[in-house]
């Protein structure tokens, strides 16, 4: 199995190694981490975010024109959100395997704390192994540790651990042995 990164050339650099290599190790699967090339969609003036599922849909887009069928996680500055909610952390949209994450609010910045690369490396790699995990089949987990637990804040987010739970582990494992 095999995960395509695509790193927008807004968020934070120097940062696609460490959390491409700690989402393979999270979740058992081949990351390759590229420059961005899918049109940033769906951005909302009023709002000042874009909106998550028009950016999906780009995403689909460009797998299509393109002939991916692996999974792709696009990585974004942008805030985002979609209806229903005022923001989400990152989205995945399992049928079409495209997902995207944004940095903008998992930077201790954003809560006018002081900056550090490795709360935000640990952050994003959370967030992408979260969204990949619904990329390859799995759903949410009640695990507050588990990575496919699903955080509404940063606390909860910062409260999981780097790994899945054992019942999300044999999912997965029998998910990628059926591929």
């Known amino acids: 199995m095999h995960v395509h990164i695509f790193w927008d050339a807004l968020s934070p650099a120097g940062l ?41 849909d780009s995403v689909q887009t460009y797998k299509h024109h393109h002939g991916i069928a692996e999974p792709v996680l696009l990585v974004v500055n942008q805030d985002l959100f979609r209806n229903g909610n005022s923001f989400v952390f990152g989205l995945a949209r399992q049928q079409v395997g495209a997902a995207v994450v944004s940095t903008a609010r998992l930077g201790n910045e954003y809560y006018g704390r002081q900056n550090n690369d490795d709360d935000l490396i640990d952050r994003i790699t959370k967030e992408g192994a979260h969204e990949i995990g619904h990329l390859l089949g799995l759903d949410h987990c009640e695990n507050r540790e588990c990575i496919m637990f699903k955080p509404d804040t940063l606390d909860e987010l910062d409260r999981k651990k780097k790994m899945l739970c054992p019942i999300c582990r044999e999912r997965l494992t029998v998910i990628l042995a059926a591929r």
Request: hydrophobic residues 40%; contains cysteine; glycine residues 4%.
């Open 16 to 56: 696609q190694t460490p959390v491409s290599r700690m989402i393979s190790s999270v979740l058992g699967v081949q990351c390759t981490v590229t420059e961005n090339h899918v049109r940033m969609m769906g951005y909302v003036v009023s709002r000042k975010q874009i909106d998550a599922q028009a950016l999906l």
